[in-house]
């Protein structure tokens, strides 16, 4: 009686999914007899047990369903200067991995981070705010949570927990340095899992160095054994791989390239050719990193996640070039100042499934606007108070021009406004100066004595701007550790 019934179960490729909420209908593409046909349409399957079936096959949602949201990477490099990629002209260092974002996506040749140092932009990126709008103007201080009180105010909503009710598991490892206290930890801040450190820097070969600023697992000490940048690729692909089922976001916030400046043997290696040995030790740093980088991209290709991952890739401020001989290119400047060579940095950006790859964008952008991207991108709303922008419909040509109408910043006693070609800054001496990036990107040539109708917009712009900030928390660390040592004195 059965020889004209299909034999069951029929290959995934031929199944259909019902519009009913919790039915399943098996349908042939070719013609079946009616009792067959009647048979199959009776056949059901809970749609628990439909739904992996279809998971384990690797087919693809139907027209109308929800797709999945995009996973989203922040990387962000620590104190490496705009010419010390590939991508941005650097002849010596060789960093492919990197490179391969903005190969992939946008090179952004204009990207600014909101301050010339570590902490307050940091700040800045994860609120997507100005971080003089909530007085983290100045890196916290020393890495020590029984003495530090300061760090991102409670008041502000990071990018983890602006994810996190959107659908997203979030991950962290590396570097914080946006507060010390419990109530600062990452873990308090969004991110359900953290690896790393609190403080501003640490040794990448002796996890036990600072036992005031200790490697972490969530709460818990760790005793670290791996070059400290192996450590960070380890544990962010380990994160991918535990979350790969589920959209993800994970900030990858390297201590690389910031000192000390240590590497091993494995990295120095690749650079013997490099007699200097600041900048050979630079060098194996910088390899490091970039290999790191091409461990969670590699990780990504492996598990068909690349397309469907929004990537940032950005440094913190400029390269602080008396230091650790990083090079910020044709800038002046270096990290610590408002002059180009400290805000602009390297800053690009990936998304294959939605970008266009090997784009480059002119118009300036800022790291404040990493999070309203990523949030829309994950299906948020923008905030009122946010200052960054969304950058997709730019790149994608659905907005025309720049994202923003002009771009400012304040550290302490320095000052700058950039509005189109056109930058007024200030440094501690107190004299304006007034430069046109589009003829002058290295602010040689001082033009505010020839133009003083665009030295009196600018600066009307800035004031306006500065109406709206607050005044510092804190003071500069460095300051604050000369005062109290004076009191000290002065005791004794």
Request: charge should be positive; proline fraction near 7%; aromatic fraction near 10%.
């Amino acid at each position: 009686m059965s020889r004209n019934r299909p034999k069951l179960p029929l290959p995934l490729a031929e199944l259909r999914v019902c519009k009913s909420e919790g039915d399943i209908s098996f349908r042939a593409r070719r013609a079946w007899p009616h009792s067959g046909r009647a048979l199959l349409e009776r056949s059901l399957m809970r749609r628990r047990e439909f739904l992996s079936l279809v998971a384990a096959s690797g087919l693809r949602p139907l027209p109308g369903a929800a797709p999945r949201k995009p996973n989203i990477i922040v990387i962000v490099a620590d104190d490496q200067g705009y010419g010390e990629t590939s991508a941005q002209g650097c002849k010596d260092i060789p960093t492919p991995n990197i490179d391969s974002i903005a190969r992939n996506g946008v090179r952004f040749t204009n990207g600014y981070v909101s301050c010339p140092v570590c902490s307050p932009t940091r700040a800045g990126l994860m609120t997507g705010r100005y971080q003089q709008r909530f007085g983290h103007e100045f890196n916290p201080g020393p890495a020590n949570a029984a003495v530090e009180e300061f760090g991102l105010p409670l008041t502000e909503t990071p990018m983890p927990a602006r994810l996190k009710p959107l659908g997203y598991a979030t991950g962290m490892v590396g570097k914080w340095h946006l507060g010390y206290k419990p109530e600062y930890h990452p873990n308090k801040r969004g991110f359900d899992e953290f690896f790393g450190f609190l403080g501003g820097a640490h040794s990448y070969v002796d996890a036990l160095q600072d036992p005031a600023n200790p490697i972490l697992r969530g709460m818990e000490r760790v005793n670290e054994k791996e070059y400290l940048t192996d450590a960070f690729a380890r544990e962010a692909v380990t994160f991918i791989d535990r979350h790969k089922s589920q959209p993800f976001f994970l900030y990858l916030s390297f201590n690389a390239v910031h000192a000390p400046l240590q590497s091993i043997e494995r990295y120095l290696a690749r650079f013997a050719n490099i007699t200097d040995q600041r900048r050979r030790t630079f060098a194996a740093m910088t390899a490091a990193m970039d290999d790191a980088v091409g461990q969670v991209l590699k990780k990504l290709r492996d598990s068909r996640l690349e397309d469907d991952t929004l990537i940032f890739y950005v440094s913190d401020n400029g390269g602080p070039t008396l230091s650790t001989s990083s090079q910020n290119g044709p800038l002046r400047g270096y990290k610590g100042q408002v002059l180009e060579g400290g805000i602009r940095v390297p800053f690009f950006m990936q998304w294959k499934s939605r970008l266009r790859g090997g784009q480059v964008f002119n118009h300036p952008v800022i790291a404040l606007d990493i999070l309203p991207t990523a949030v829309a991108a994950a299906g948020g709303a923008p905030a009122a108070n946010w200052d960054g922008v969304d950058l997709e419909p730019y790149v994608t040509g659905k907005k025309p021009g720049a994202p923003h109408e002009a771009l400012y910043w304040r550290f302490g006693e320095q000052w700058a406004i950039r509005k189109g070609d056109w930058k007024l800054l200030s440094m501690a001496g107190g004299q304006t100066e007034l430069y046109n990036l589009a003829a002058d990107i290295g602010e040689s040539k001082n033009a505010a004595a020839e133009n003083p109708a665009k030295l009196k917009e600018l600066q009307a712009a800035y004031d306006a701007w500065n109406a709206r900030n607050v005044a510092p928390r804190w003071g500069r660390p460095d300051r604050r550790r000369a005062r109290q040592q004076k009191a000290g004195r002065k005791k004794r």
